[in-house]
């Protein structure tokens, strides 16, 4: 499986980018996917995840309510929308994908996701 992302850039605070992540391989429909982001200095963290079936989404605290994340199954592309962006949410966004469907308990967890696009950078001025 590999994982292209695009869709970043330069956006000013209060502004939205709407990220793609498009896959390869086998199986897209049967694998849960996730967004990731790594700041400057600081830890890859998590963002965001979708069910296999698409039926389920969660997000981080820090982006609930500002940040959508659906996916197309028939396209094998994953989206991350992302609005009222804050220059907090600058960073470098990865998507990921499990090898099938990833246990809720750790869909948080970067360990938990097999495969990684190459990122993407998000920079938001204020």
């Known amino acids: 499986v590999q994982l292209q992302a695009s869709g970043g850039g330069l956006v000013q605070a209060g502004g939205s980018l709407r990220l793609s992540c498009a896959a390869s391989?086998?199986?897209?429909?049967?694998?849960?996917m996730g967004w990731f982001r790594q700041a400057p200095g600081k830890e890859r963290e998590f963002v965001s995840h979708i069910r296999a079936s698409g039926g389920h989404t969660y997000y981080a605290d820090s982006v609930k309510g500002r940040f959508t994340i659906s996916r197309d199954n028939a396209k094998n592309t994953v989206y991350l929308q992302m609005n009222s962006l804050k220059p907090e949410d600058t960073a470098v966004y990865y998507c990921?994908?499990?090898?099938?469907?990833?246990?809720?308990?750790?869909?948080?967890?970067?360990?938990?996701?097999?495969?990684w696009g190459q990122g993407t950078q998000v920079t938001v001025s204020s």
């Open positions: 391989g086998h199986n897209f429909r049967s694998r849960s």
């Open positions: 990921a994908a499990g090898n099938g469907q990833i246990i809720l308990s750790e869909i948080r967890r970067a360990e938990a996701y097999t495969y």
